[in-house]
């Protein structure tokens, strides 16, 4: 067997970052992949976010349809608990269960919404999973001490450090100190990634063979200002150069690894290259729980008030950190999480605290209008530029945990949660964001060479790896086989095959397999619940 | 005969014995053994293993709610602690899954 078709993540890139790197010579390999290939945008979903949008890409199905809208998800459309988002949120067929439920073998790495891990044929070693915790999030069993028996395979530097991640969200108060270890880490992360990968396709080749390199999010958040200095004041010190030149460094060696990878692949195969949004600067933050408390639609709790909210002992209650900062009978608008830009309304069950049923859409309306209001202080301009209701943004059967209203910052940026003297503040210096339009990339025997596609949709990935892989794409994907990006003739020689809609096949296996544990009733109630029987 | 809260306490251990095995940890893991300073869990760690344990029982679990006012107390979690909250959660007597999980 070999690798008929190798799908290659690279997490937030943007072609403002790598076509400089490639004109200035630091990544010739990608340069020829693209002069000997197709290139496109890769427009994403709502919110540009990596665990919806990452699953958007696998799945070929918006957030309303996969279940997953950020990091965290509610316990329940009535809970105020989050958790953090794992593999069951995902309520469809993604490329690689297609793939092994048409008889193929897959390999994946380090893909979020991974764990716990899907049983399909091959091999997964999950993303966004804790160093310490990797052996629990490895398929099959006896994978991960496969892997320990790699010479050289590194565990730590593998896998995720929580600490390290939290630096990519909070920031490094010190680059000139910190910076530059961090960036090599990632480098040699990658090249980890990159060696396992390569030893389980020399041993073992899967059909699709995936990998996602994370290190291109990361830097470009923290690095913005070294990769481009264009968008800030100019580099002055010895150390901001450093730092430039240890980023650009990053990047050369993701170039080498983009290279050995295609070499393991072969000129037979087809290489995908994707990003699950793209990247811009910020300069901006917006506070939108004090914006909330200010204008009375949230009320802080005297905890809130009495403790040091920024250093919640070890770290735990960080992730539940509104279900105590925030008095719930005073609040009715409140954002739990930093990353999705997205806001909840309490709604009352006519005993509970919150606004009324009845009274929901006007709420939400005034919500949405004083949104709009709110402006620079220096400029006037308008901070909140687009805001999408949970019905134009999540369409689909999984939108009641998703919330209510989700902002889009007139530069991208994200919001903070945390109480904060100020309503609206500066960054200190330039960082990076998620912007809506990512990088696609194909080589491959059929594939146009040195053809600029425009702007395809991240939803168009999974139908084109299916594609690629000679399965038939179900109905229900909502993207399309790009066949633009062919050569004349290949579609005709070999057309698109669409599949009928799979009566949602995962679900379904899943409520089959518990019916070892869970009574009969109750898997119907499932059932019932996920409408595939009245 | 074991009793459940006897399995899961013995279930737990033997999945952190497995886990520190990987990172070099030193100290025999004890029930009384703490899961953030003496363990060095990050917040993940605990969601991962919590998720691992609701795996392992098929049995969905507060976890949530749990790490929520582990938050708010500012309080460790020992093993053992883990333990009670598992066996006041399971329903029904323990049954590990199956290893036949869907094919996602």
Not at chain 1, 24 to 29: H, I, L, S, T, V
Not at chain 1, 431 to 450: D, E, L, M, Q
């Amino acid at each position: 067997m070999s690798v008929k078709t190798l799908l290659i993540g690279l997490d937030g890139a943007t072609f403002s970052v790598l076509d400089p790197l490639m004109e200035q010579g630091a990544m010739p390999f990608l340069k020829s992949f693209f002069a000997q290939g197709t290139r496109a945008g890769l427009r994403t979903i709502v919110p540009p976010l990596t665990p919806p949008a990452w699953t958007s890409l696998m799945t070929g199905r918006r957030p309303g349809q996969h279940g997953v809208f950020d990091f965290f998800r509610m316990d329940s459309p009535e809970s105020r608990h989050i958790r953090f988002f794992n593999s069951n949120d995902v309520q469809c067929d993604t490329t690689w269960s297609l793939a092994s439920a048409g008889g193929l073998r897959t390999t994946t790495l380090n893909f979020p919404a991974m764990f716990p891990p899907p049983r399909i044929s091959g091999y997964v070693v999950p993303g966004w999973v804790p160093w310490k915790q990797l052996r629990l999030a490895c398929w099959p069993e006896g994978l991960f001490e496969k892997l320990k028996a790699i010479p050289g395979f590194n565990q730590r530097e593998l896998a995720m450090d929580i600490k390290l991640e939290e630096k990519a969200t909070e920031g490094i108060s010190d680059h000139a100190a910190e910076l530059g270890p961090w960036i090599d880490l990632h480098a040699r992360r990658e090249q980890n990634l990159t060696h396992v990968l390569k030893h389980l396709t020399e041993e073992d080749p899967s059909d699709l063979t995936s990998v996602l390199f994370d290190g291109v999010d990361k830097l470009q958040h923290l690095c913005w200002r070294y990769l481009r200095p264009e968008d800030d004041k100019p580099l002055t010190e010895d150390w901001e150069f450093q730092l430039r030149e240890l980023s650009l460094r990053y990047f050369r060696c993701l170039d080498v690894l983009l290279k050995q990878l295609c070499d393991m692949a072969g000129p037979q195969a087809d290489v995908i290259i994707a990003s699950d949004h793209g990247f811009g600067p910020t300069y901006d933050v917006l506070h939108i729980n004090t914006w909330l408390e200010r204008h009375g639609y949230l009320a802080w709790s005297e905890a809130a008030q009495s403790r040091d909210t920024q250093g919640a002992l070890l770290g735990v209650g960080q992730v539940a950190k509104h279900t105590w900062l925030m008095d719930w009978n005073k609040t009715k608008a409140f954002a739990t999480t930093p990353t999705s830009n997205g806001i909840y309304i309490v709604v009352s069950d006519g005993t509970t605290p919150g606004v009324p049923a009845s009274e929901y859409q006007a709420f939400r309306q005034r919500l949405v209008d004083d949104l709009r209001q709110i402006k620079d202080l220096q400029t006037g301009q308008q901070m909140v530029t687009e805001i999408y209701t949970r019905e134009e943004a999540f369409p689909g059967p999984h939108s009641s945990v998703a919330p209510d209203l989700t902002l889009i910052l007139r530069d991208g940026g994200l919001v903070s949660i945390l109480p904060s003297p100020d309503e609206v503040s500066k960054r200190p210096v330039v960082s990076g964001s998620h912007r809506p339009v990512g990088v696609f990339g194909a080589r491959g025997p059929g594939i146009k060479r040195g053809f600029a596609a425009g702007e395809l949709s991240i939803l168009d990935v999974a139908p084109t790896v299916l594609y690629s892989l000679g399965l038939p794409v179900p109905a229900e994907l909502e993207g399309r086989v790009p066949e633009e990006i062919y050569l004349d003739g290949v579609v005709k020689e070999k057309p698109v095959r669409r599949a009928a809609a799979a009566a949602g096949s995962q679900a379904m296996e899943q409520a089959a397999v518990s019916t070892e544990v869970e009574d009969e009733e109750t898997v119907l109630e499932r059932l019932r619940e996920l409408g595939y029987i009245e | 005969m074991k009793s459940r809260r006897q399995e899961i306490l013995e279930y737990l251990l033997q999945k952190m014995e497995e886990l520190t095995q990987d990172w070099d940890y030193a100290d025999p893991v004890r029930p009384e053994s703490l899961l953030f300073t003496e363990l060095g869990f990050e917040s993940l760690d605990a969601v991962v293993l919590c998720t691992a344990i609701q795996e392992h029982y098929l049995t969905p679990m507060p976890f949530a709610e749990l790490l929520s006012d582990i938050g708010r107390e500012q309080r460790d979690l020992s093993i053992d602690e883990l333990a009670d909250f598992v066996d006041r959660h399971l329903g029904a007597p323990a049954k590990a899954m199956a290893a036949t999980r869907r094919a996602q």
